[in-house]
């Protein structure tokens, strides 16, 4: 699966956009982009996939760039509530439903 | 959404006893559940692949001896820290998925190991 760079932190205003960045520049033509969060001390949380077109959903969008080599998760407008980490991890479809998980962005919302 | 549960929440104990951790999937079946291994202030790592009606399937590094998994059913898959020791204190997590794009966590269970 391909590598993922994020930056390592983040602050967002709260009710303001926060665009989470992602390179995945070796990523291949049969690898989806996966993004989750986590929340301090708890489980990871499922957010959103795309494979080349944009995604959107009751809670973010997922744009990704024409060439695939990068995406950007967009929470509309974020609340307390969404201050986190933030994984985007890309992975080839099959059998196997492994996640390999990067860093992630700590994404700050500040009131 | 489906439902992980995960059952201790938390758990503290003395070095060299073991430790069972359930995880339940509450609402659909799973043939496949994850455990992993979360350290402060660094990602998950996954630990072992947990199958129903087969041996589990361990990542490099993590002794299988150590780190007993019995998929006892599809709703059922356990972890038991054997003798445990400081360094097995963490923040261990369960998953399963529900289709070929979504995983579901369960809430985690804080060992310490005293």
């Known amino acids: 699966d391909a590598k993922t760079t994020q930056p390592p932190s983040m602050d967002c205003a709260e009710g303001r956009a926060a665009n989470l960045p992602c390179n995945h520049s070796t990523i291949s033509g049969n690898e989806y982009v996966y993004w989750y969060r986590q929340i301090h001390s708890q489980g990871p949380q499922y957010i959103i996939h795309?494979?080349?077109?944009?995604e959107t959903n009751e809670m973010a969008s997922l744009i990704i760039t024409e060439d695939r080599k990068s995406s950007t998760l967009i929470l509309p407008h974020a609340t307390l509530r969404d201050t986190a980490v933030y994984y985007c991890i890309v992975r080839v479809l099959g059998s196997n439903y492994q996640l390999i998980w990067g860093a992630g962005t700590k994404l700050i919302i500040k009131p | 959404g489906a439902v992980v549960s995960q059952h201790p929440s938390r758990v503290i104990c003395k070095s060299g006893t073991s430790v069972k951790i359930e995880c339940r999937s509450l609402d659909f079946q799973a043939t496949t559940m994850f455990w992993y291994r979360q350290f402060p202030k660094q990602s998950l790592m996954l630990m072992a692949t947990s199958n129903e009606g087969s041996k589990a399937t361990y990542e490099q590094g993590v002794e299988k001896d150590k780190f007993l998994i019995n998929h006892a059913s599809l709703t059922l898959s356990t972890l038991t820290v054997t003798s445990a020791h400081p360094e097995d204190s963490s923040f261990y997590i369960c998953?399963?998925?529900?289709?070929?794009?979504?995983?579901?966590f369960g809430p985690g269970t804080r060992l310490t190991v005293l």
């Open positions: 998953s399963a998925p529900t289709s070929v794009h979504e995983q579901f």
């Open positions: 795309g494979l080349k077109n944009n």
